[in-house]
């Protein structure tokens, strides 16, 4: 799960690392009221989307007087911000954070996040902060520093100086660094976190260290562990489709495609979308209705699949296990008799009960497509495709 910056910094003062004065607004009276309270310019009115790239788009200003204050913050709010994480539909800015300006002296790059490959928490850091960390790995590598911790063990203090001495840090500073590594470390750990990311981390004028932007993501699946957590939950920055499948207890990711998928199991779901693909048209979204799914469930994926406006024909694949043929024929009837189906839909099924869910199919008097086999599902969907 993403959060805001500004909740991201709360969680930052939570474990004592050291962020800007500020707070969030929802209004530009808000952002005056904010600015205010701060008593002093210049102050930074950063744009509260879950997407990098804000100052390239416009969504990051630094003001010096009330009066910018107020015309930056009525420019921002309601904006949509089109940055390359966000795709070319952008997301509509519904709040700013409102922060005292920062007197930087250099700007560094601090990252943690787990290394599937070695099993291990990695450490990123650089010199190129403010930088996008890609363009500096491909252009610059030499300016990244690695340090990779075993999470049996945890952070040690080699790993500390292997950093340090990559970012050559002066010795006030170096103790700074090596106190909000730890803490860094132990927020990450504790809050079951997927990617904690300050860009940048600044030394300030007066040698302080100072984390000037803060991302974090939060392990979905430990979210129980983290009700506070689970309550800074913005839907709003969400994808609405997404936002109704997951309360219905439905694995669905939109995608860019055309034609719609539901299947059963994460696997299966691969597969058919590469089906889609060979077939020579694109997947619309990614659909796993579980094992354990009823017809009701079953009646919402497809409705949820049938309310995207891309969606010019759906492909169902299901193995019939532990969800039975027969329901998930009843799911769809169901679902399609209530929607009104106006798109071709393809119905590729086998095990359990599959001969019941194939007849319940054909007396239900809708124009459903059944396929015999994944091959003769290809076919039809590529005509789908083509036409």
Known sequence: MNIHEYQAKELFRHYKVPVPAGSVAFT???AVVAARELGVYPVVIKA????????????????NSESEVLQAAEEILGRTIVTKQTGPVGKKVGKVLIEQGQNIARELYLSILPDRASAQIMIIASLAGGMDIED?????????????????????PFHQ?????????????????????????????????TMLE???????GENQLVALDAKIDIDSSALYRHQDIVDWRDEAEEDPLEVEAARAGLNYINLDGNIGNMVNGAGLAMATMDLIKKAGAEPANFLDVGGGANAEMVAEGFRIILSDPKVKGILINI???????DVLAEGVVQAARKS???????????????????????????NLITAVDLADAAVKIAEIAKS
């Open 340 to 366: 009104g189906v106006t798109v071709p839909v393809v119905i590729r099924m086998e095990g359990t009960n599959v001969e019941k869910g194939r007849r319940m199919l054909a007396d239900s008097g809708l």
């Open 161 to 193: 100086r292997q950093l340090l001495f990559g970012l050559d840090l002066d010795k006030t500073i170096a103790r700074d660094f090596s106190s909000l590594l730890t803490r860094l470390y132990q927020l990450f750990t504790e809050k079951d976190c």
């Open 319 to 325: 193995f019939g296990g532990i969800l039975r043929c």
């Open 28 to 30: 530009v009276e808000e």
């Open 198 to 204: 300050i860009n940048p981390l600044v030394i300030t």
């Open 48 to 63: 509260q989307v879950h997407a990098g790239g804000r100052g390239k788009a416009g969504g990051v200003r630094l003001v």
């Open 136 to 156: 500096v790995a491909a252009s610059m590598p030499e300016k990244i520093i690695k340090a990779m911790v075993n999470p049996l063990i945890g952070l040690q």
